[in-house]
Structures are given as C-alpha cells and as structure tokens.
C-alpha cells in the first residue's frame, strides 16, 4: 500500500469528531499490548530488507505481559520479555542488556501528542484479513517521523504501522500477515535452548543533572538516567533515554581515558547514530546519539551535552 501524503489528509470540518475518535482509538491502542493476548507472524521491513517473525504475546491472570519472538528467516533470533524486561536473549545480544532496560508499552496520549503531530483518522483498510481503522500522525516540525497506523477494529491492536520521512517515504515497516486474537497455549511460550538468560550490567539511577542538553527537539523529555558499569568502576558509561509520548532517543556518554576515536554518523532506516568527541574538566567523552530521528536532530542533540549543573534546555 502507497504511503498516504501526510498533506492529503482530513479537512477542517471533520476536527471536532475526529478529535474523538483519534481518542478512542488511542486508548484501544495503549491499552491492547497490557490487556489483549494473541498470537501470528509479522513481516518487519527496514532499508529495502525484510524479515519474518513469529510472536505470542501472554497476558497472565496476576496482570503480568509474556512475550516471545521468534525470527523466522536468516539468523534464528528469540527474545522472551516479561513485562517488557527481556529474560533471554539468542546470541551476543545476551550481553547488551543493562538492569532497568526494558521496552515499556507507550501510554499514547491525544493530548500530548497533538501537540507535536498532527493526527487524524485516514479511512479503512484490511490487514491479515482483519478489517483496520486508518490513524496517521504527520509531525509538525523536522525533528520527528511521521507515523501511519492500521489498528485492528476488534482488539485494537496495530495490524500495521509505517514510519515516513518528512517527504512521505517509508523508513520502517511492521506489518502482520496472521493474527489470532487468543492466548497462546503455555508450551508455545517456551524459549527455545538457544535463548540464553540475559547477563545484566549493572547500572545505577542516575540523578539529574549530571549530564544536560542545552538543546532538545520540543516536546522530548528525559524518561531514564543511568549509569551502566563495566569490568571496572572506570569503564562507566551514562545512558539517558528520551521521548515526546511516542518517538525516543537515547544518549550514551562515555570516557576515552586517552583513547584515539574519531567522529562519527550513520543511518541504517530509521535508525541513526551520531558520535562526536567532546572535552570536559575530567577528560574526553565520547558523545553517542541512537535513535529513530532524523540525522540533522541527532547532530544537534550530540552538539548541545554538557557536563555539570543542569540547565532549562532551550527547545
């Protein structure tokens, strides 16, 4: 399916109805991962590659999510989250996982959010054989990516959703091609023996202020602080994580202690990655920048970290 223009869409007149509507929609949506099992295959496609992945996804009678992945195709990635915690992981990924890191379900509020996008109901459409409301969020300003979601009628759950550029080119696709709205069976909830138990690093909560940014996109907060030990004490590296209400970078602050490292910047997708070397009273720090923003903000993000005491980031 063709990408809808982001210019293209709704008029004036329907704002009023639509605003509840977007609402409804919303809270179905926010609500669904937390309430809502099932089971299926999706398709994830990103930079003109694609992949497969099995998911059952569990919600157990004390109220706690399960979820397993399962990629299909090529390397046989798996990963088993409870309440979004990853418990094992395949492969190396077992030694990325910090304590706290985990892939919280996004409580989308109309309210915020319409402060940052535009977002309107686009019309119907079919998706795994399960009819689908049309939702899109054009931003409003180039530091965000647009967003065009296909949410289930029944559940509410995204049968579908795009990530589009600024000129309605698609970056990143997820797109279900069977769901089954039922609880899976316990046995399918069972990590394969290729699923290693995650080995966390040890991380700290950090308190504000020890890094700042004197530049934000608007509408991003800080939703995490922590500081992630290595081997050593010396080996420390700060993590900050922040969002708007649905897109999220994170920053990764760490020591050189005279290593020789050049500046960097890539985009895989959606995804980019900026590293800049910055001086402080205690040494250089290499400055890392990860997230699915545009590159131009990134760059500015990476430019605007201090160290010390915090101040009001311009936005």
Sequence with gaps: MRAI??????????????????????????????????QGTFIYERNG?????????????G??????????????QEVLKVDGQAQCVTGALADEISEGQAWPARQLDAEQLSNWYDIRVAGQSRIANRPADVLVLAPKDQHRYGFELHLDR???????????????????RFQFAQLDATAPAENAM??????????????DSMAEGSWRSDWLPPGFTLITAQLRHGPSPDDSVTYLM???????????????????????????GPT????????????????????????????????????????????
């Design 5 to 38: 223009p982001l210019y293209l869409l709704g008029g004036l007149l329907a704002l009023p109805v639509q605003a509840a509507e977007v609402q409804d929609l919303l809270g179905r949506l926010a609500a669904a991962e937390r309430q809502q099992s099932f």
């Design 49 to 61: 590659s694609f992949s497969t992945h099995a998911v059952w996804h569990r919600v157990e009678e």
């Design 63 to 76: 109220g706690d999510v399960r979820e397993r992945l399962l990629q299909l195709d090529g390397p046989a």
């Design 154 to 172: 029944e559940t509410g759950l995204p049968l579908k959703s795009l990530m589009l550029n600024e000129r309605g080119q698609l970056l990143e």
């Design 190 to 203: 069972q990590p394969s023996s290729a699923c290693v138990p995650v080995r966390f690093r040890q991380a």
């Design 242 to 268: 922040y969002g708007d209400g649905l897109a999220r970078f994170s920053v990764f602050l760490e020591p050189l202690k005279g290593s020789v490292v050049e500046d960097a910047r890539s985009q895989l």
């Design 272 to 315: 980019v990655a900026v590293s800049r070397r910055m001086s402080t009273d205690s040494g250089d720090v290499m400055v890392t920048v990860v997230g699915e923003i545009p590159l131009g903000t990134a760059e500015r993000i990476a430019l605007s970290m201090r160290a010390g005491v915090p101040a009001q980031a311009s936005q």
